[in-house]
């Protein structure tokens, strides 16, 4: 039994140019810094409360190490928090937590994404010869909202932020959320070579139930803060509710594989 939390832990990032946030505008490095690091001890404060039989995994958002990671950023948060990405088998499922922050832009740190690729074919290949009931694999942003070969000319709809969120009729474009095509398909020919089950991801701010042309999942669960919604929010959420909450994830003895979402008002 475990926890996956998706990404954004913390809020200090600096490459944000167009911030809404006016700290982010005006606060020093140094001072964006101590920020981090006070929101690393509160982040652990509270998650220190979860059952102690129960593990807690944490992945990287764009939040945490930037919309272009670098080396500097990410060594800011494995030296806070942890590997960046790491594997682990539970109850005959191999799992694989990706810094795919690094496929939405590799250019800050080219060397650190080929070395996070060619480790995950090592995994990927490790998993098959093993023979895991299934691979899931964990990241922050999704790699794809509808099919695994959009782009970003096909998604033209936007996601609303809810009233009082920044000024009024705040928008992001839903391209925005994704993984890019180039990088999106190097993962997706490792996925589908090597059987991934089912991809789990956040980012995007709402609930996304989707497949690849094979079968994979791709399932985005929406965030523990702000919901956004989506132009296409119906055609995306497959009748889940848009609102906070968590979803479990469940394998049974036979190794069929169901996830549910609940509102945390549940």
Not at 39 to 57: G, P, Y
Not at 74 to 100: K, P, Q
Not at 181 to 209: D, I, P, W
């Amino acid at each position: 039994l475990f926890v996956c939390v998706c990404g954004d832990l913390v809020d200090t990032e600096s490459s944000f140019n167009g911030a809404l946030a006016s700290w982010k505008k005006v606060m020093t490095g140094w001072e964006r810094s101590l920020i981090f690091e006070q929101q690393v001890k509160d982040f652990k404060r509270v998650w220190s409360r979860l059952d102690s039989d129960i593990a807690l995994v944490c992945l990287c958002g764009n939040h945490d190490v930037g919309n272009r990671p670098t080396k500097a950023s990410i060594e800011r948060w494995t030296s806070s928090l942890g590997d960046d990405y790491l594997s682990f088998w539970v109850n005959g499922t191999f799992n694989i937590a990706l810094n795919n922050c690094l496929f939405s832009n590799p250019s800050g740190a080219p060397e650190m994404f080929q070395e996070q690729l060619l480790w995950l074919e090592k995994r990927l290949i490790y998993a098959q010869e093993n023979k895991a009931t299934h691979i899931f694999v964990y990241t922050h942003f999704p790699w794809f909202l509808r099919h695994e070969n959009e782009t970003d000319e096909e998604v033209v709809t936007f996601s609303g932020a809810p009233p009082g969120w920044g000024p009024e009729g705040t928008s992001f474009p839903d391209n925005y959320f994704t993984i890019p095509f180039e990088e999106r398909q190097m993962a997706m020919l490792l996925f589908r070579k090597y059987n991934v089950t089912a991809c789990f991801s956040g980012h995007f701010h709402q609930n996304v139930v989707a497949k690849s042309s094979w079968g994979m999942d791709m399932i985005v669960t929406g965030a523990l803060s702000m919901t956004l919604s989506s132009g296409m929010a119906s055609e995306l959420s497959n009748g889940e509710i848009n609102g906070i909450g968590m979803r479990t994830v469940d394998v049974g003895e036979a190794g069929e594989f169901t996830h549910k979402w609940f509102l945390l008002d549940e």
